[in-house]
């Protein structure tokens, strides 16, 4: 840090703050996670999320936004929507896989006793 730069400053152009702003809300990165199994439609998305519709749709459009999630309408009746991950969202799993491994020993049912 230089002397110049205060705390505040360095945290806000930290990129795990930066990041974890983007998306670290609950349903941003369930969705997220979920996707890694492939296109999903918006009702298969709802069941794997628990999410309700609306908020499903607020998250989805928001990912979409930020560029971690692409929607695709296929031609048909009835047209089907899936969603998936983009580039910059499958290069954001190893660090879910990292996250999944430091729950899996810190997060333990007996409250992460361990030390």
């Known amino acids: 840090m230089s002397p110049h730069q205060s705390l505040e400053t360095k945290y806000e152009q930290c990129p795990v703050i930066k990041t974890l702003e983007e998306i670290g809300s609950r349903w941003r990165m369930t969705v997220i996670h979920v996707l890694r199994e492939g296109d999903l439609r918006f009702n298969e998305l709802k069941r794997a999320t628990g999410a309700n519709s609306q908020t499903l749709s607020r998250v989805l459009d928001d990912l979409q936004e930020l560029g971690y999630v692409e929607r695709e309408v296929e031609d048909g009746s009835p047209i ?36």
Request: aromatic fraction near 16%; proline fraction near 3%; hydrophobic fraction near 35%.
């Open 80 to 115: 089907a929507v899936y969603y998936s991950l983009t580039r910059k969202g499958e290069e954001l799993l190893p660090a879910f896989d990292d996250i999944y491994e430091w729950g899996e020993k810190w997060m333990s049912a007996d409250g992460g006793a361990e030390s």
